[in-house]
């Protein structure tokens, strides 16, 4: 029989996990940060492609540089958090692809296929985003991903030296404010989307 985890794990994960945007004066660790990664990358893309990069901006400078190109009701999201990192994706993943995908010619098949790339990348990259977030949760951390930013303006600001990374979103990281949330939005039941056939 499979080992299910428990109530309390879900819960963690899942069931009373919520998304900040106002957070407690407490430091995310760079070991934390190191863990995080450890965790995310573990879980799987397709053909291991691991096209996820990302820029984690901790300090005061790096959230205020981050922040100048969001929203402004995204602003103060950056700037109070511990962590903000940016989740990008990089459109030549397949040149990694012979040592992470070692025991076949995995590259060859996205050679010359500029639009299928950019299609897989940014597919595996929005998954590991999300491992992301539930490995910042598993390890004790809360999370507040957002877009409502400027990417080509956040590409040109942080990603300048790496032109083929493209941003996605972004997430902030830390020990959320509990007190500031409100009521948790509805969530559908089962069949209200979803066909069993």
Request: aromatic share 10%; glycine share 6%.
């Amino acid at each position: 029989m499979a080992v299910t985890l428990p109530d309390s794990a879900l819960d963690l994960l899942f069931n009373d996990a919520r998304s900040y945007s106002k957070w407690l004066d407490k430091e995310v660790s760079d070991e934390q940060i190191h863990a995080i990664y450890d965790l995310l990358k573990m879980a799987p893309t397709s053909a291991n492609q691991q096209p996820a990069r990302f820029v984690w901006c901790k300090s005061k400078e790096a959230k205020e540089r981050l922040a100048a190109h969001a929203m402004e009701g995204n602003k103060d999201k950056v700037l109070t958090a511990p962590v903000c990192v940016i989740i990008a994706h990089d459109l030549d993943f397949h040149e990694q692809l012979p040592w992470l995908f070692p025991h076949t010619d995995a590259k060859s098949w996205f050679e010359g296929d500029e639009e299928g790339r950019a299609e897989h990348a940014l597919r595996n990259g929005s998954l590991q985003g999300a491992y992301l977030i539930m490995a910042a949760r598993a390890v004790g951390l809360d999370c507040g991903p957002m877009s409502g930013f400027d990417n080509a303006a956040v590409d040109a600001e942080f990603l300048a030296d790496q032109p083929r990374w493209r941003s996605n979103f972004i997430c902030s990281i830390g020990h959320g404010d509990r007190e500031s949330l409100h009521e948790r939005s509805p969530r559908p039941e089962f069949a209200r989307f979803n066909q069993l056939i």
